[in-house]
């Protein structure tokens, strides 16, 4: 019973495609975010959405699109893709604002290869 | 605004010696303090919190963090090292209430048998 879910959890692609990959939790929050991990293992914030409203959007390129149909899905977008996207991206969601101790509940991770 | 700092990006131990993964933070309120591992392949699991409650903090396998204000330090601690511990670990500090949540640049633990 998987809290937080991520789908592809592998992809290869090739450079200038587009691809999406998903992110479901059933923990009943309302925070979600998008992290990317380099190959330094460093994770930078992407997006986060606050029950389906864009909440924090660092620099990404706008290549990058998020999209929250419900509070409990988001997914995200990446056209054109670049050698540069591959990364490990990861999924977390957080429980509703003012209540939050700010502890993150991560997905297993997506891996995207650009070739 | 808030940071933190992982002040060993590699960090070698030998199999049931101690461990200790060294963390400094930056706050201008009081802060939520948190430490991940992440193994190899695999996504972040908590290993344990700070929330304003007791400042020594126990965790899952063992591990343990003490939060130190006056040092602005949070250092996760084991006392004996096992193969299994081999991971990435990652200092987390964030608001309470808020989505910001700054992470570290990662300790990666290696235990040598």
């Known amino acids: 019973d998987t809290a937080v879910s991520q789908t592809p959890k592998y992809l290869v692609t090739q450079m200038g495609n587009d691809k999406s990959i998903k992110c479901e939790q059933n923990?009943?929050?309302?925070?979600m975010y998008w992290y990317k991990q380099d190959s330094k293992k460093f994770l930078k914030i992407m997006f986060s959405?606050?029950?389906?409203?864009?909440?924090i959007n660092e620099t990404v390129p706008n290549r990058f699109s998020p999209k929250s149909p419900d509070k409990a899905h988001l997914n995200l977008h990446i056209n054109s893709l670049e050698l540069g996207d591959s990364a490990v991206y990861f999924c977390?969601?957080?429980?509703?604002?003012?209540?939050?101790?700010?502890?993150?509940?991560f997905g297993e991770g997506s891996r995207l290869t650009v070739l | 605004a808030q940071s933190v700092t992982q002040l060993d990006s590699h960090v070698s131990v030998s199999e049931g010696t101690p461990v200790l993964l060294r963390c400094n933070y930056s706050?201008?309120?009081?802060?939520?303090l948190f430490w991940y591992v992440q193994h190899p392949n695999k996504g972040l699991q908590l290993l344990l919190k700070?929330?304003?409650?007791?400042?020594l903090v126990k965790g899952i396998n063992g591990f343990e963090a003490e939060f130190k204000k006056s040092e602005t330090s949070f250092h996760l601690t084991k006392p004996s090292a096992h193969m299994s511990d081999a991971a990435e670990y990652f200092c987390?500090?964030?608001?309470?209430?808020?989505?910001?949540?700054?992470f570290g640049t990662g300790t990666k633990l290696q235990v040598i048998p």
């Open positions: 706050s201008s309120y009081s802060p939520s």
């Open positions: 959405y606050n029950n389906k409203e864009l909440i």
């Open positions: 923990l009943g929050h309302d925070t």
């Open positions: 987390v500090v964030s608001q309470r209430g808020y989505q910001k949540v700054t």
């Open positions: 977390a969601s957080t429980p509703a604002l003012g209540t939050n101790t700010g502890e993150l509940f």
């Open positions: 700070y929330t304003s409650a007791a400042t």
